[in-house]
């Protein structure tokens, strides 16, 4: 019973269960940091290059479109729908029309939804 009791002392006071700790909370905030990332971050730049360019030589073009963007993005719940927002803007009807298709989304909502998405982004947003 003493060298089991030893032998757990020494297991508990050496290095490795603190090396065991160390890598798990390494593993843990690894997994938060990854988790906790904006996965529409890709289409917000590209939705705000298209906005800074559709806003020309406006003096805060860069923040206007920043408003724009996030108003837009959490308006807009459905990924897909946001990703359609963005194929719109970025590369045109036809190609939305064939991310819809391909999608199964339907057409008049997704249409609604982004409009709604604009005007509230009009509204809150110095345009």
Known sequence: MLLYSCICVTVMQGGN????????LLVLAGFILVGCGDPRADDKAKLTDAVVAELGDVENAADVAECVVGVM?????DDN??????IFVSEGEEAVMKFLEENEMDVDATDKAVS???????AECDV
């Open 17 to 24: 269960m603190a090396k065991l700790k160390t890598i798990f």
């Open 73 to 77: 993005s959490e308006a807009i719940e």
């Open 116 to 122: 709604a998405a604009a005007d509230k982004a009009d």
């Open 81 to 86: 729908t946001f990703s359609a927002a963005v």
